[in-house]
């Protein structure tokens, strides 16, 4: 299950009823592991894996200029920046401002993927890819 929802950090409403209480318009998925249920949002960001909080989960690589297409807002980009890493990643929404101070700290791209280009059915695929593929880890434990 997936929702759209809405964050505008500099809204009124915002400052009054707190972080906590803001929606935030990204595409979103919902996984449920058991018992646990968490919600995930969709953002496009130039930031290594290594900056990512735990729950953090890259679903789509690639040079950034491959990457930009799936963001919510035009972002302008030259030559150079067009060949650095991007990655469209799903961030945890009980780990969204750890995350995205950590990006911002490092000084790095994180806005919102775009709600109609990337859809629930385009984050599942992403998704069961990404579940589906051997982890570099595991593969060097067993061989």
């Known amino acids: 299950m997936a929702g759209d929802a809405h964050r505008d950090i500099n809204s009124d409403s915002n400052r009054k009823e707190g972080v906590m209480n803001v929606r935030r318009h990204t595409p979103a998925i919902e996984i449920a592991i058991g018992r646990e249920v968490r919600l995930y949002h969709a953002y496009v960001t130039t930031a290594p894996a290594k900056l990512?909080?735990?729950?953090?989960?890259?679903?789509?690589?690639?040079?950034?200029?491959?990457v930009l297409w799936m963001a919510a807002a035009f972002i302008a980009f030259d030559a150079e920046r067009a060949r650095q890493p991007g990655r469209l990643v799903l961030v945890d929404d009980r780990q969204f401002e750890w995350q995205q101070a950590k990006y911002k700290e490092a000084q790095h791209l994180f806005t919102p993927a775009d709600p109609v280009l990337v859809r629930l059915h385009t984050l599942q695929g992403w998704l069961w890819n990404r579940l589906g593929a051997p982890h570099p880890d595991l593969m060097t434990a067993q061989g």
């Not at 990512?52 to 491959?66: E, M, Q, R």
């Open 52 to 66: 990512d909080a735990p729950a953090t989960l890259t679903v789509h690589a690639a040079p950034l200029c491959d």
